[in-house]
């Protein structure tokens, strides 16, 4: 049986919702397919001590402030799952679960997008489906070598698991500093970036992150890469002013026993944690062809410019500054909802 709605959304995520937010304003007839069996898209799978960037005022999806979290300036993991449950069900946001989208192909005026639950028929789509589920690991030499555990920030949930062993966390970004930050207390950790890690001031927080998104649309303001890489919330901040997380630079292999150095150092280690990244989870775009030769789908805004009736939602810089965070993306789900609206005609 194929069923039929004007919008399909992909991914039941912060992206998703937002996307449904304003397509229910619009009185679109809409579904959100996601393939997790509960709310919370990525964030339920996030490490046990992870904290937002910002106040929880400055960290809501549109239509509804973010409530504050009792004696925590920067809400904790649990507190953002319980805002956006609320959120979808304040909404009744019409999210269908445990539905894997395996493809969308297009079928004449017409999207199909197949799920291992049916098919849809679509005028428009929206993938909102983010990056956590395409965690990235480097070729690095040794790799498959290394006898201990390896994990993917994707993987790691508390430090108790690496009470009293040796941990060696690569890569300099957020997830590089917090994780090494969240296990100096219980584990002997060796942090390993590329280059000197770079923390941005210390009064920088995901709401003056998005004012810099903001005026860099508006008027070409400074790239926040130029800034530095690091947010410095407080529990990096604290790490890195007592000395537990000196950064070193990357080693050249993955012993049996560790890591080596070029200089010859050797650091035996029971644990490798890759806090190297993610890709874009677009395999059911796939049977589309909407990827240029450099492997991304070129886009103008959220809209794929090989086929208008394709929005990509949530993915970070790419589709909209700062779309991958919770108070960002809802300005690129409104744009993205607007073009589809035009792109459909008057709603019945």
Request: glycine share 12%.
């Amino acid at each position: 049986m194929t069923r039929t709605a004007d919008v399909v959304v992909i991914g039941g995520g912060q992206a998703g919702l937002a996307a449904g937010w304003y397509l229910r304003r619009l009185g679109a007839d809409f579904v959100i397919l996601d393939a997790q069996a509960t709310p919370g898209g990525a964030w339920q799978h996030a490490w046990d001590s992870l904290h937002l960037f910002s106040p929880a005022a400055y960290s809501s999806l549109p239509g509804r402030l973010m409530p504050r979290q009792e004696g925590k300036p920067f809400p904790d993991v649990s507190h953002v799952l319980e805002y956006i449950a609320d959120y979808e069900k304040r909404y009744e946001l019409p999210v269908q679960r445990g539905v894997h989208v395996e493809a969308v192909r297009d079928a004449g005026e017409l999207l199909r997008v197949e799920t291992d639950r049916g098919s849809w028929s679509a005028r428009a789509v929206i993938s909102a489906t983010g990056t956590w589920g395409r965690p990235f690991l480097p070729a690095v030499p040794g790799r498959s070598d290394f006898r201990g555990r390896q994990l993917h920030t994707v993987d790691h949930r508390s430090p108790r698991d690496f009470a009293g062993q040796r941990v060696i966390v690569v890569g300099g970004g957020n997830s590089g500093a917090q994780i090494a930050a969240d296990l100096a207390p219980h584990a002997t950790v060796r942090w390993v970036t590329r280059r000197p890690a770079r923390y941005l001031p210390d009064e920088i927080d995901g709401r003056a992150l998005f004012e810099l998104a903001t005026q860099r649309v508006r008027d070409g303001g400074p790239r926040i890469s130029d800034l530095g890489d690091i947010v410095t919330v407080p529990p990096v901040r604290a790490a890195r002013d007592a000395g537990l997380i000196p950064d070193h630079r990357m080693f050249e292999a993955l012993t049996p026993d560790g890591a080596r150095w070029p200089d010859g150092t050797v650091w035996p280690a029971d644990s490798v944690i890759w806090c190297t990244g993610f890709r874009p989870a677009l395999a059911h775009l796939a049977p589309l062809g909407l990827r240029a030769e450099a492997g991304r789908i070129p886009t103008e805004g959220t809209r794929a410019l090989a086929d208008p009736r394709i929005h990509l939602l949530g993915y970070g810089d790419w589709t909209g500054p700062a779309s991958a965070t919770l108070i960002g993306v809802g300005r690129t789900a409104r744009e993205a909802t607007r073009e589809i609206a035009a792109l459909l005609g008057p709603v019945s």
